[in-house]
């Protein structure tokens, strides 16, 4: 009569959650003093932040993305601004390049953030 081998456990999950560190949220300061951040799109559920991510990157429609990335108040302030595309585009890139430098880009995965 075999018996089963029991299954090596290497990690548990609460373990691994434990070990990701988690930047401050990106925060700029607008003309007339207030302070908006751009929450981590990498700590939203995964499905949630992959959509978004994606929509981020097409390059798209820009205001979409940021009425969904942004609380409604800090993308009413930030849409008061009257940026330019370039400008608004800037803005996006520089909080999304903020959270790249903490867990590395789509390409090179959360593994290269040490």
Not at 3 to 19: G, I, M, Q
């Amino acid at each position: 009569m075999a018996t089963k081998d029991k299954p090596t456990v290497h990690a548990s999950l609460s373990a691994l959650k434990s070990e990701i560190e988690k930047p401050e949220p990106y925060a700029i300061a607008l003309s007339n003093s207030k302070i908006i951040t751009f929450p981590d799109l990498n700590a939203l559920e995964s499905e949630e932040s992959d959509e978004l991510l994606e929509k981020l990157e097409s390059g798209r429609n820009n205001w979409s993305v940021l009425n969904e990335w942004l609380s409604p108040e800090d993308a009413k302030a930030l849409k008061e601004e009257k940026l330019t595309r370039a400008e608004l585009v800037h803005v996006m890139r520089a909080a999304s390049k903020y959270y790249q430098e903490h867990y590395g880009t789509a390409g090179e995965g959360i593994a290269s953030a040490s």
